[in-house]
């Protein structure tokens, strides 16, 4: 049987480049509660050097990923006035199965777009 994990990465597309230094968190939720399971930050891949859910922690169930990236846009100069328009973007998903899951994000400083990569 395989066994799942979970990975992510962030492309800054206003600027065609892998985003350098997001800070990542992860939540497990349960009920309306979340509990922060673990954290990250992106190299100069705009990878996590490790899974940020490995196989030996990985349950199926609901989960947030929440990327800090409004840091990142003040420090790429792209930020706009404050409030920025984007500054904590968080994506609820389902893993229903034991299986490699990546949830990448797609950020610009007026936009971002996810889906289930490989």
Excluded at 34 to 47: K, W, Y
Excluded at 54 to 62: C, K, Y
Excluded at 88 to 96: A, E, H, L, Q, T
Aim: no cysteine; charged share 20%; glycine share 12%.
């Amino acid at each position: 049987m395989a066994e799942g994990f979970l990975t992510t990465h962030v492309l800054d597309t206003a600027r065609g480049r892998p985003a350098e230094g997001v800070v990542i968190r992860l939540y497990r939720l349960s009920g309306g509660d979340g509990e922060m399971i673990a954290d990250a930050v992106t190299n100069a891949d705009g990878r996590t050097e490790m899974p940020i859910l490995s196989t030996g922690d990985f349950q199926t169930g609901r989960y947030e990923l929440v990327f800090h990236v409004g840091d990142y846009l003040r420090e790429t100069g792209q930020a706009a006035a404050e409030p920025l328009f984007l500054d904590d973007v968080p994506i609820r998903f389902g893993m229903s199965e034991q299986s490699h899951y990546h949830v990448p994000l797609l950020i610009s400083p007026h936009g971002y777009s996810t889906y289930r990569g490989s």
